[in-house]
């Protein structure tokens, strides 16, 4: 007889969704020795213990949830059964719920289809679902359009080793979120000279002042946690869209909203005044560096 | 005669379908393939900026995103053509983009390979393995996808290619880098896929060869050839490509007679019962993928293979796995013959056009990926988007059963025809966006 497992079973639900998140969490270069902590009830793409159906049969054990995609009240069926449903069905069960996604947390792309009836989960953008007060004290926020695979191990391995993981306001880990995807940035430099790069397609410049990045003033550890461990947006020369964010996607996404010239948002934290006064000064020098391309001047 | 109708879930196919099978008399006589849900990425676009696109439609996907945005950037240029600017790409950044495209395309071949067909082949015949088969998946994927991402940033969810080329600059030591994953890949597929060096392996042009194939390759064709699986699956015989690229020249193949091809007679019509659209092209059912492709470019083994066995389950399943090879041998060589001193992007910033309407055509993993744009006053007016998904999984037309459903007909049992069903590389997602 096959001894019965006492590791904490695993269930990934998916909702309204691109399945960004599940290929996502599948660069994990650790995956099976994290998942190897968990018994894997239901997977989306994984072989594991129960098939979509015992899933819709609500048969299956779960004390892990992991959701992602967008909620629906009516409309999203499997199988006859509305997912909404099934969300909750395992919610009830479940000691942790991880919404992993920008989708599964705050609505995402997928909300802007019809922004009266799909939202996340627990919120919608930032206002809280009546589902919040049910299920907020199990509840772990991971937005991102894709959430980070590290991101999620993270949570997957606090959780395995029965560690209590710090929240903000959102319930996103502080540990992750508590960065701006600014944090690491490789045109850092250029964004404390204000100097915008020319074109797309150059090492040299920041995003900030032309090309939409919003990096500065959203959370994330993009470029901390490196992206497929090699790289980020914002190192190959893409503008942050803010894909971690309650409102993401916003619209224009690749010009820089200005009042006056001046970036409209300023980056987390920084009130105007000290950010006019701070741009004055490193506008009003000329530095060679900065305007002569990375790797010709040391030549 | 005796009418049997038996409706199944199908699971792990990017989301889920329901198949509803009749059979008569013992054998299927027709299948209606029902996806669930319309999430609406084209009504989301309208309004939005034109180069919105480039960020929005990748997440039509999880699995083929960057083939959404490698086409949402063509149909852009496209457009800039159409309305009298043209934009030229450097070699280097049209380099690029085939380079991170031919990643995207490994990565979904190899998780098909491993994550589908193995698992699902075992289990069909009864002779389950306790291999893990994902850790191989995901070992190869995850490395060209690392490949990719020294160019584009992330996989999934990239936006790197923008009007007139490519938001990256890389250096000599971005490419090399980029050059060892590919050499990893290159020597993943190697000894474990077909146990056997790459250019022997593309050097295989007949059937009688194929027993040199080794690894899982040939653990899988074994499967296929002992099962007596190598006649069934077969379809109209007919194929199509419409995206110029590395794998093939656009055209359709019709008894193996290639002729030319214009998008504008693609036509998409809505289907009862199901939220995915069907497409045709001057009204008449094409397959397209990895199959069509070989047939139209004319790759020896698969016309070998054809010849012999026709458009079966074991010719489309060679198909797919084979572009491995040809896109690994590819990928090599556009990084070898990079010329990182040109431009990255050519279209300064500053020029964008704000009416123009245009098409951008791409073959993704699954077959060609169309993407066709209005935009006036710079911003998108309609959007349209025809998955690959769309042709192989249509329900037909009143003369034709669809591709997929054609190639069911006739099987007796819904095990046999669920796993015909899965050859087609079936993306839930992609077909009702």
Redesign the interface.
């Known amino acids: 007889m096959k001894k019965k497992s006492n590791k904490p079973k695993l269930l990934w639900l998916q909702s309204i969704t691109c399945n960004g998140n599940t290929h996502s969490f599948l660069n994990h270069p650790d995956l099976f020795s994290i998942l190897a902590h968990f018994e894997i009830v239901h997977h989306p793409i994984l072989e594991s213990k129960y098939a979509m159906q015992d899933v819709i049969s609500g048969v299956v054990p779960c004390d892990l949830l992991i959701l992602e995609g967008s909620f629906t009240e009516t409309g999203f069926l499997k199988g006859g059964v509305e997912v909404s449903s099934l969300v909750e069905l395992y919610a009830k069960k479940a000691k942790n719920i991880i919404s992993a996604g920008t989708c599964a947390t705050f609505g995402g792309i997928f909300k802007q289809k019809d922004p009266e009836n799909i939202s996340g989960f627990c919120f919608d953008l930032e206002e809280k679902t009546n589902y919040y007060t049910k299920y907020a004290s199990k509840l772990i926020s991971l937005p991102g359009c894709p959430m980070h695979p590290k991101w999620m191990s993270y949570v997957l391995l606090m959780i395995a080793n029965q560690k209590p993981i710090d929240i903000d306001h959102l319930h996103r880990p502080v540990e992750l979120y508590g960065y701006t995807v600014h944090t690491g940035c490789t045109r850092n430099e250029y964004f404390e000279w204000k100097i915008d790069t020319k074109n797309y397609g150059l090492k040299e410049g920041c995003l900030f002042y032309e090309q939409g990045c919003q990096g500065p003033y959203t959370r994330g550890s993009c470029n901390k946690i490196l992206w497929n461990d090699i790289s980020s947006k914002t190192r190959v020369g893409t503008p942050c869209f803010g894909c971690t964010e309650p409102a993401f996607p916003q619209s224009s996404l690749f010009v820089t909203k200005t009042n006056m010239g001046i970036p409209a948002k300023m980056p987390l934290g920084i009130p105007r005044r000290a950010y006019l006064g701070l741009t004055g000064v490193a506008k009003s020098f000329k530095i060679k560096r900065f305007s002569t391309r990375l790797l010709e001047y040391d030549k | 005669m005796k009418k049997i109708k038996i409706k199944q ?1 199908i ?2 196919i ?3 379908a ?1 198949l509803d099978f009749t059979f008569n008399d013992g054998l299927i006589e027709d299948v209606k393939i029902n996806f ?2 319309y ?3 084209e ?2 676009l309208r309004g ?2 034109a ?2 696109a ?3 439609t990748p ?5 083929c ?1 960057h083939a959404h945005l490698i086409t949402a950037v063509r149909a852009i240029e496209n457009g800039y053509e159409n309305a009298g600017h043209k934009i030229e790409l450097t070699s280097k ?1 049209s380099d690029i983009r085939e380079f991170t495209l031919a990643c995207e395309l490994i990565q979904n071949h190899i ?1 098909w390979l491993y ?1 589908t067909l193995l ?1 699902q082949i075992e289990s069909y015949l009864d002779c389950k393995s306790e291999e ?1 088969y ?2 191989k ?2 070992y190869l ?2 490395t060209i ?2 490949a ?13 290619a ?1 009007p ?6 890389p ?1 000599h030591l971005d490419v090399m ?1 980029a050059q060892s994953l590919v050499d990893e890949s290159i020597t993943f597929f190697e000894q474990v896929v077909t146990a056997l060096p790459l250019d022997e392996y593309l050097n295989i042009n007949l059937c009688a060869d194929l027993h040199k194939v080794g690894g899982d390759f040939g653990k899988l064709l074994h499967l296929i050839g002992s099962s007596g699986m190598t006649e069934i699956g077969k379809s109209h015989d007919r194929f199509i490509v419409f995206g110029e690229g590395m794998l093939s020249k656009p055209g359709k193949s019709i008894v193996t007679n290639i002729s030319n091809v214009n998008s504008k007679y693609v036509s998409e019509s809505a289907q009862v019962g199901t939220v995915a659209k069907s497409v045709t092209y001057k009204e008449r059912l094409y397959e397209v993928g990895p199959l069509a492709r070989g047939m139209v470019a004319k790759t020896p083994i698969v016309k070998n293979l054809h010849k012999r066995y026709k458009d079966s389950l074991l010719t489309r399943v060679f198909a797919r796995i084979h572009e491995v090879a040809t896109l690994l041998e590819h990928a090599r060589t556009l990084l070898n013959n990079l010329k990182l001193d040109e ?3 050519t279209l ?2 500053q020029h964008t056009l704000k009416d123009f309407e245009g098409t951008g055509i791409v073959e993704a993993a699954r077959g060609s990926l169309i993407h066709k744009t209005i935009v006036k006053d710079g911003l998108i007016v309609n959007y349209e988007i025809i998955t690959p998904t769309q042709w192989n999984l249509s329900h037909g037309n009143k003369e034709e059963l669809g591709v997929a459903v054609q190639a069911m007909k006739g099987s007796k049992s819904i095990e046999e025809a669920t796993f015909i069903f899965r050859t087609f590389d079936v993306c839930s ?1 992609c077909t009702t966006q």
């Open positions: 879930l699971e792990k990017e989301g889920e329901e669930g849900f999430r609406g990425i009504e989301i939005k900026d180069r919105d480039l960020v929005i997440r039509v996907c999880g699995i995103n950044a998780k994550m698992p893990n994902a850790i998946a995901t994927s995850s996808t690392k990719l991402a020294i160019f584009a940033g992330q996989w999934p969810h990239s936006s790197y923008v007139g080329g490519v938001t990256c600059d250096t880098q431009l990255s992007c300064e910033p997602v």
